[in-house]
């Protein structure tokens, strides 16, 4: 197949973008650097939002500072990791190689490094916000925004006071939230729900998509429209010379003057033909889909002690979450997708959704949750950008500003020392 990266749609002749990876970070920086002038053209083995941008629970959880590897989690993690259903589970089989990561986890779980994460995820989550906000204005997306907020709801006294702190982290970042007591005050926001859940936090200012499938593909629209190109293809090879990048793939090669890679899950093992290893593995999430909802749910609902969410997708509901460490290869094991729908019924009396769709997907993630942004020091023509755990979807804007001010090789917004793809490495 010939070179034909050259020359398209009247942009200048000279090699520009290939961005790795059709999901929403792909896709919402292809967007950004057209709109900047680039010539992009976005390559995906599968096509765009067909993995964790397919069947993620739509939300844009600003909300979120505190990341998975925390002090705390030291304390729960071997309880939740012996129980093959549980919010937290490591599939056996799996146990060998994920030991690398989960020695980067336990380290990070460090008092020191976990404070060091919630500032950087509270300064990513603010770029992210605002810029998810000039992305709706721009692209006149509002139809499939949905901003009803979140309802945090809590079994008893106890489990409520013990997320007081993490209701404190958010007032000092500025986020807004009302805390409720007795099922009168909850069912004032979210009627219907079992009076076990006594207390809830609730924050107004949280949004979802409609569907995230169909946001990235509204993104990709106006990415085409602008000129960019989505390509199909599975990438072989990646290798950098003094004057480009070239992509071999299952349909030929590309030339770039630059490459991003935010292919997911699947980012490390394109990094390697680079020579770069960073600990990156999976959190496969469950979710089923019911195309029409038997419930009124009027907020997203999150259960935090059983590790789940249930929110609006289009006209129906989708019941999903908990983590599953087991890489990319195992087989899916939807009896995790299973049990969180028959939690659902419990907790909300009357609730009987018929018959949905279940799926697993891949989350992308490092041990400390935070992505990983920036160039490769192997390869200065390739930037990363993946690796965003639960909250791909939530930081996609901020994370295509981003990369769009490394492709310009202007200063970021914000320091992108806590994002170091190999800070990993250098720690030693």
Not at 65 to 77: D, F, H, I, Q, V
Not at 84 to 106: D, I, V
Not at 263 to 287: C, F, I, K
Not at 339 to 365: C, H, I, N, Y
């Given at each position: 197949?010939?070179?034909?990266?050259?020359?398209?749609?009247?942009?200048?002749?000279?090699?520009?973008?290939?961005?790795?990876?059709?999901?929403?970070?792909?896709?919402?920086?292809?967007?950004?650097?057209?709109?900047?002038?680039?010539?992009?053209?976005?390559?995906?083995?599968?096509?765009?939002?067909?993995?964790?941008?397919?069947?993620?629970?739509g939300?844009?959880a600003?909300?979120?500072?505190?990341?998975?590897?925390?002090?705390?989690?030291?304390?729960?993690?071997?309880?939740?990791?012996?129980?093959?259903?549980g919010?937290?589970?490591?599939?056996?089989?799996?146990?060998?190689?994920?030991?690398?990561?989960?020695?980067?986890?336990?380290?990070?779980?460090?008092?020191r490094?976990?404070?060091?994460?919630?500032?950087?995820?509270?300064?990513?989550?603010?770029?992210?916000?605002?810029?998810?906000?000039?992305?709706?204005?721009?692209?006149?997306?509002?139809?499939?925004?949905?901003?009803?907020?979140?309802?945090?709801?809590?079994?008893?006294?106890?489990?409520?006071r013990?997320?007081?702190?993490?209701?404190?982290?958010?007032?000092?970042?500025?986020?807004?939230?009302?805390?409720?007591?007795?099922?009168?005050?909850?069912?004032?926001?979210?009627?219907?729900?079992?009076?076990?859940?006594?207390?809830?936090?609730?924050?107004?200012?949280?949004?979802?998509?409609?569907?995230?499938?169909?946001?990235?593909?509204?993104?990709?629209?106006?990415?085409?429209?602008?000129?960019?190109e989505?390509?199909?293809?599975?990438?072989?090879?990646?290798?950098?010379?003094?004057?480009?990048?070239?992509?071999?793939?299952?349909?030929?090669?590309?030339?770039?003057?630059?490459?991003?890679?935010?292919?997911?899950?699947?980012?490390?093992?394109?990094?390697?033909?680079?020579?770069?290893?960073?600990?990156?593995?999976?959190?496969?999430?469950?979710?089923?889909?019911?195309?029409e909802?038997?419930?009124?749910?009027?907020?997203?609902?999150?259960?935090?002690?059983?590790?789940?969410?249930m929110?609006?997708?289009?006209?129906?509901?989708?019941?999903?979450?908990?983590?599953?460490?087991?890489?990319?290869?195992?087989?899916?094991?939807?009896?995790?997708?299973?049990?969180?729908?028959?939690?659902?019924?419990?907790?909300?009396?009357?609730?009987?959704?018929?018959?949905?769709?279940?799926?697993?997907?891949?989350?992308?993630?490092?041990?400390?949750?935070?992505?990983?942004?920036?160039?490769?020091?192997?390869?200065?023509?390739?930037?990363?950008?993946?690796?965003?755990?639960?909250?791909?979807?939530?930081?996609?804007?901020?994370?295509?500003?981003?990369?769009?001010?490394?492709?310009?090789?202007?200063?970021?917004?914000?320091?992108?020392?806590?994002?170091?793809p190999?800070?990993?490495?250098?720690?030693?």
């Amino acid at each position: 197949m010939p070179d034909t990266s050259s020359a398209r749609n009247g942009k200048a002749d000279t090699p520009g973008v290939v961005i790795i990876g059709a999901g929403v970070i792909g896709v919402t920086t292809g967007f950004l650097l057209a709109e900047q002038g680039h010539r992009v053209t976005i390559l995906d083995r599968r096509g765009v939002a067909e993995e964790a941008s397919c069947g993620n629970a739509g939300a844009f959880a600003f909300t979120d500072l505190e990341p998975l590897a925390s002090p705390g989690m030291l304390l729960k993690a071997p309880k939740w990791l012996m129980d093959p259903l549980g919010p937290l589970t490591l599939r056996p089989s799996y146990a060998p190689r994920m030991l690398p990561w989960l020695l980067h986890f336990a380290r990070a779980c460090q008092p020191r490094r976990h404070r060091a994460a919630i500032a950087a995820q509270a300064e990513l989550m603010k770029v992210s916000r605002a810029a998810l906000e000039r992305l709706i204005a721009r692209t006149d997306t509002e139809h499939l925004i949905r901003r009803e907020g979140q309802l945090q709801v809590y079994e008893g006294a106890a489990e409520y006071r013990a997320s007081l702190p993490s209701w404190e982290l958010r007032k000092q970042h500025g986020i807004a939230y009302e805390l409720l007591e007795g099922p009168g005050a909850i069912a004032e926001i979210q009627p219907g729900l079992s009076p076990r859940f006594t207390h809830a936090g609730f924050t107004p200012d949280w949004m979802n998509t409609t569907d995230p499938q169909a946001w990235t593909r509204q993104l990709a629209a106006r990415f085409t429209a602008l000129g960019g190109e989505i390509r199909t293809a599975e990438v072989r090879d990646l290798s950098q010379d003094d004057s480009g990048v070239t992509v071999t793939t299952t349909d030929g090669s590309l030339r770039a003057d630059q490459l991003v890679l935010a292919a997911g899950a699947w980012s490390h093992q394109v990094a390697r033909r680079l020579g770069d290893r960073m600990p990156l593995d999976t959190e496969r999430g469950y979710n089923t889909t019911f195309p029409e909802a038997s419930f009124d749910l009027r907020t997203q609902l999150t259960f935090s002690s059983h590790g789940f969410v249930m929110s609006r997708i289009g006209d129906g509901v989708r019941i999903g979450g908990a983590v599953e460490l087991g890489g990319l290869k195992l087989p899916p094991n939807y009896k995790r997708a299973d049990l969180l729908v028959d939690k659902a019924r419990t907790f909300l009396p009357g609730f009987e959704p018929g018959q949905g769709k279940r799926w697993m997907g891949f989350r992308p993630s490092m041990p400390d949750s935070l992505p990983a942004i920036g160039r490769s020091t192997r390869a200065d023509r390739v930037i990363y950008a993946f690796g965003h755990g639960h909250l791909g979807l939530t930081q996609s804007a901020g994370t295509a500003e981003l990369v769009g001010a490394i492709v310009a090789r202007r200063k970021p917004e914000i320091s992108l020392t806590p994002f170091d793809p190999l800070r990993f490495s250098r720690r030693g």
